[in-house]
């Protein structure tokens, strides 16, 4: 079975452009998270989606961040405009069940110059 | 709301020697507990959960935890380490079945092994 799937695996930008990373959550799986992890901060929860609809994003860091999920197979951070300090790994991650397991994707590494 | 907090952030041990990673947690409801893995270059990977039932728990690679309600623990042990072993590990809590749909993990443990 396929996993969670994050594009692209790498990403370098320079300050001041838009920035699209991708995710599709496993198949069946209604709960849909995305998380930043840096040496400084650690693993940092930023929003997350119940049947497509944002739950909770307390964790988003300022207006520069907008996350959606259209549907139940597809979801997408945005960071706009991007600054360096956003350079990070962003993981999504997604569950079957409330409270239960999350599954992890590789993640994108995002660099910004 | 429930927490984590993880003892130790560096943990080195060598290889054929107990791994023990410590795990104490705060939840006002009756918690599930995890203990990911990552390597690397890698995303999260479960180790083992605990959520209801027998409070000692097996996971992959030989790792185990138990759960302790009176001492709001769950540590991670392996009794020989082996050199694969070295990665960084998160405990993490969640509220069950409750309302908080959401996991709250430690800072992480990275765990090295000398030959």
């Known amino acids: 079975d396929a996993g969670v799937i994050q594009s692209p695996r790498h990403e370098v930008t320079e300050m001041g452009q838009e920035v699209t990373l991708r995710c599709k959550p496993i198949?069946?799986?209604?709960?849909l998270f995305w998380y930043r992890q840096t040496m400084m901060r650690g693993l940092e929860l930023l929003i997350y989606?119940?049947?497509?609809?944002?739950?909770?994003d307390s964790g988003m860091p300022e207006d520069r961040f907008s996350a959606k999920m259209p549907n139940a197979s597809f979801s997408t951070l945005k960071i706009q405009p991007s600054e360096p300090r956003d350079s990070a790994v962003y993981f999504c991650?997604?569950?079957?069940?409330?409270?239960?397991?999350?599954?992890f994707g590789p993640g994108t590494r995002l660099t910004v110059l | 709301a429930q927490s984590v907090t993880q003892l130790g952030s560096h943990v080195s041990v060598s290889e054929g020697a107990l791994v023990l990673l410590r795990c104490n947690y705060s939840s006002s409801v009756p918690p599930y507990l995890f203990w990911y893995v990552q390597y690397p270059n890698q995303g999260l990977q479960l180790l083992l959960k605990?959520?209801?039932?027998?409070?000692l728990v097996k996971g992959i690679n030989g790792f185990e935890a138990e759960f302790k309600k009176s001492e709001t623990s769950f540590h991670l042990t392996k009794p020989s380490a082996h050199m694969s072993d070295a990665a960084e590990y998160f405990c993490a809590v969640s509220e069950g079945r409750g309302n908080d749909y959401k996991l709250s993990f430690g800072a992480g443990t990275t765990v090295t092994v000398r030959a």
């Open positions: 198949s069946g799986h209604d709960y």
């Open positions: 991650a997604s569950s079957a069940l409330r409270g239960d397991t999350q599954y």
């Open positions: 605990y959520t209801t039932g027998a409070t």
């Open positions: 989606f119940n049947n497509n609809v944002p739950i909770d």
